[in-house]
């Protein structure tokens, strides 16, 4: 196994993650406050929701591939009913999430005698795999097409508060490893975009995708699929 628990600085990134991640409860206690307040006067409820997601980074690079892998999600939300057909939904949720990598064509690292690297051909493909623990706010605004069908969007935004790095490879001895991901950006934001399906009146079921639109780590963005089961309180 690669050990890839090496983190620059880590106290202050600990720190600042922190922050972030207090920034973003704010946001969403003043967006539920706000929320509160309007909708005293509107049909209102808590609920929870969970289920799994699939997703991965974007966009593939010249020798980098990046691969789906498999996740979970778990929150609550509070739904505001704005009009007969138009709802607003702020979340917190708590996910895990990431991408496989695939690295191909690494140089296999050969040396002389007195330590210098000589040149050569032959090269071997690293595999591994990335997930972070996100607390995410998404801010949905749902339009009902029907009384039990309706499709869904708005802003998203994540704090990602935890990353974990796996492989069942390790990295050759004298290899350049300054292409594995270990610590970046912690802020996340984009859109997502759903539909749904009451299946009865206190239970629906939610397929979503989201889309960052920010470059973390200056070159990738998150893209996931979440489906899962909501329930009103």
């Not at 330590?115 to 051909?121: A, K």
Request: glycine share 8%.
């Amino acid at each position: 196994m690669i050990n890839m628990a090496i983190w620059p600085d880590i106290l202050n990134v600990k720190k600042q993650r922190m922050i972030k991640m207090q920034k973003l409860l704010m946001i969403f206690f003043l967006v539920f406050i706000i929320s509160d307040f309007y909708g005293q006067d509107k049909k209102a409820n808590f609920g929870i929701k969970a289920g799994v997601n699939y997703g991965k980074y974007v966009p593939d690079k010249r020798s980098t591939e990046y691969r789906h892998v498999v996740g979970f999600y778990a929150g609550g939300f509070f739904n505001i009913a704005l009009e007969e057909k138009l709802e607003f939904q702020p979340e917190l949720l708590f996910a895990l999430h990431g991408s496989r990598i695939f690295i191909g064509g690494l140089d296999i690292p050969s040396f002389d005698y007195n330590g210098n690297r000589l040149p050569n051909s032959n090269t071997y493909d690293f595999t591994y795999e990335v997930n972070e623990l996100t607390i995410s706010v998404p801010l949905a605004i749902k339009v009902f097409l029907s009384k039990n069908f309706y499709l869904e969007s708005g802003p998203q935004f994540g704090i990602i508060v935890d990353r974990r790095l796996s492989s069942s490879q390790e990295l050759l001895e004298g290899e350049d490893d300054s292409f594995v991901i270990r610590d970046g950006d912690s802020f996340d934001f984009g859109v997502c975009l759903g539909i749904g399906q009451k299946l009865s009146e206190k239970l629906s079921l939610n397929l979503r995708s989201y889309t960052g639109l920010i470059k973390r780590d200056d070159d990738i963005k998150s893209f996931v699929f979440n489906l899962g089961l909501a329930y009103n309180l």
